[in-house]
């Protein structure tokens, strides 16, 4: 299997949830309690379709399990 990118930030809008984090995977963004990377990742800084630059921690993964909210990432 191809290994498929997945791009996390924080979730400023966040409120009084406990969803801290945007997940994006192939440009649809779902939200997350808790994540655990079992990959090799790194920063980025990606400019949006809009034209706003966001930082992303960036990863290529074989494998996503969502438990509930929280998402494990191999």
């Given at each position: 299997m191809d290994n498929r990118k997945i791009q996390i930030r924080f979730n400023t809008e966040h409120g009084n949830s406990d969803l801290l984090w945007r997940v994006i995977i192939e440009n649809h963004e779902y939200l997350a309690q808790s994540i655990q990377?079992?990959?090799p990742s790194h920063t980025t800084t990606d400019i949006l379709p809009d034209g706003r630059i966001k930082h992303h921690i960036t990863a290529l993964y074989n494998e996503l399990i969502?438990?509930?909210r929280n998402l494990l990432v191999k």
């Open positions: 990377l079992e990959v969502w438990n509930d």
